[in-house]
């Protein structure tokens, strides 16, 4: 069983910036990708940075390309998501997921993800 947690979500003005933080444990089946996904009241989730599992292949939706970097440190088994220059429309919940994607899987898209944490909130205001 594996646990997913994230941390380190809170308010922020626009134009500022915020670290999330995601750790997985128990036993996982193998190496996993992990992504970030966001979802704001009325919208579907959405893949927010992804990573395969050795950090070759990173995604990013175009709506934070350029604002966001996601880490892994596989050491730890921790994924993070650097979020700099936040406007409004980055208000929402945040949730880390990990799972073995098949060939064929896009790092953005959460239906592959085994999984998920209870999500972390982000609030942005103008």
């Known amino acids: 069983q594996v646990h997913v947690a994230e941390s380190g979500g809170g308010s922020v003005q626009a134009g500022g910036s915020l670290k999330l933080s995601c750790e997985a444990s128990g036993t996982t089946p193998g190496p996993y990708c992990a992504g970030w996904f966001r979802q704001a009241p009325g919208k579907e989730r959405e893949g927010v940075a992804a990573?395969?599992?050795?950090?070759?292949?990173?995604a990013y939706a175009d709506s934070v390309r350029g604002r966001f970097t996601i880490a892994r440190n596989s050491a730890s088994n921790t994924v993070y998501l650097e979020m700099n220059r936040l406007n409004t429309e980055d208000t929402g919940t945040y949730y880390c997921a990990t799972g073995q994607l098949g060939f064929g899987s896009r790092l953005l898209d959460p239906r592959p993800y085994d999984y998920w944490g209870r999500g972390t909130q982000v609030t942005v205001s103008s």
């Open positions: 990573t395969s599992v050795d950090g070759s292949n990173i």
